[in-house]
């Protein structure tokens, strides 16, 4: 690599010298502009406004316009001539908490290589970012230009970062958050339970940059005289207004829950349309109904294998019809709640039950008589 910088980083009385590198590269392939009728490519040529003449490269200057709207050339050396231009220093001017410093500010990276015999000061204050945790906030002035830049450490090496400048980040003000959504407890539990089932570690490497990769491949095959890819028509007729793709969120996610192997049933219990008037009653019967089969289900499944491993099919047969006899007596003094919870019950009971024993079935005259 060639450094496009060398100077001094200085903090305090402590100066290390550097030079700067280019820290990331572009890889995307670039188009050229050609005549669609042949091929034949386009250029851009420097020309005079007033008469169209053709200016050289090399009799081209940098001219800045005046407050009284006059234009003035600057040469290089008269650019060069400026106090920042002549200060090589990157200057640390605090140490941050790295937390402090919102990734959006975040700009182009560049790494820095000890540039004297001794990379003793270079090692020094790296060791000193790591086991503190912060960032140097620090400027400097780089292709005509005061930057402000924060220098931290990354795979051991010291590199710099610019910043943004404050006006130069946007306001976050957007039509589309105006009038919020309300969103429910459920929908909010059941999306933290997918991000879980999501979680990983960050490996930038399994990540492969697609366009770029079809866009190779699509060059390739135009040359050759072929065709690479085929467009599927997208049905259009439908109207959607966008209110089907809300209308059971939480059913979706709990949908994607299932599907990456997590656990999908912790919010199906709650309802945050409680005080609603028209929904009370009925969810209040759901709950009590799935509270009081639940409860039944995980105390009588031990009774369910001790009976299915030491009682006969006839006694088997025998405790059922009493229990059926037992609940109905028991359902007749009590509420219509109750009664519907625990006939549920004894359904769900027997139904798991029948196929068990294959005797089960002969007995069923009897049970009706009774």
């Known amino acids: 690599m060639r450094s496009i910088w060398k100077g001094e980083v200085s903090f305090g009385l402590v100066n290390v010298p550097v030079k700067v590198y280019a820290a990331t590269e572009d890889h995307d ?4 502009q050609v005549d669609k009728k042949d091929g034949v490519r386009i250029r851009y040529k420097k020309v005079r406004d ?19 709207g006059e ?27 790295a937390d402090q410093v919102d990734p959006v500010a975040f700009d182009n990276a560049y790494f820095l290589e000890p540039a004297s015999r001794s990379n003793r000061a270079y090692v020094l204050m790296r060791e000193a970012l790591q086991q503190t945790d912060r960032l140097a906030i620090c400027t400097f002035t780089l292709r005509n230009r005061t930057r402000l830049c924060a220098l931290r450490v990354y795979k051991d090496v010291l590199m710099l970062q610019t910043l943004l400048w404050p006006d130069e980040i946007r306001p976050a003000i ?6 919020e959504a309300k969103v429910r407890p459920q929908e909010v539990k059941m999306a933290a339970s997918l991000i879980e089932t999501m979680a990983a570690d960050f490996e930038p490497e ?3 940059d697609d366009y770029q990769n079809q866009l190779k491949e699509l060059i390739e095959a135009k040359a050759a005289g072929g065709e690479a890819f085929t467009v599927e028509e997208k049905d259009t007729s439908s109207d959607d207004d966008g209110d089907d793709e809300v209308a059971d969120l939480l059913a979706a996610l709990r949908a994607s ?6 656990k999908a049933d912790d919010a199906d219990d709650q309802d945050d349309d409680e005080g609603d008037d028209d929904d009370e009653d009925s969810g209040s019967a759901k709950k009590t109904a799935s509270k009081t089969s639940g409860s039944g289900a995980a105390k009588k499944t031990p009774a369910k294998k001790t009976a299915a491993k030491k009682t006969p099919a006839k006694k088997a047969a025998a405790k059922k019809s009493t229990a059926k006899k037992s609940t109905s007596s028991k359902s007749d003094s009590g509420s219509s ?6 006939k549920s019950t004894a359904s769900k009971s027997t139904a798991k039950k029948a196929p068990a024993k294959k005797s089960t079935a002969r007995k069923t005259p009897a049970k009706k008589s009774a």
């Open 257 to 262: 829950v299932k599907d990456r192997g997590g």
């Open 50 to 68: 007033d008469n169209g003449e053709e200016v050289e490269f090399s009799d081209i200057a940098k001219a800045y316009e005046s407050e009284e």
């Open 337 to 342: 709640g109750s009664r519907a919870a625990k």
């Open 29 to 32: 392939l670039h188009a050229r």
């Open 71 to 97: 234009m003035v050339i600057l040469t290089k050396e008269d650019l060069a001539s400026l106090p920042v231009e002549q200060n090589h220093e990157i200057e640390v001017t605090e140490f941050v908490p």
């Open 206 to 208: 399994k990540y492969e």
């Open 174 to 179: 957007l039509e589309g958050l105006d009038k």
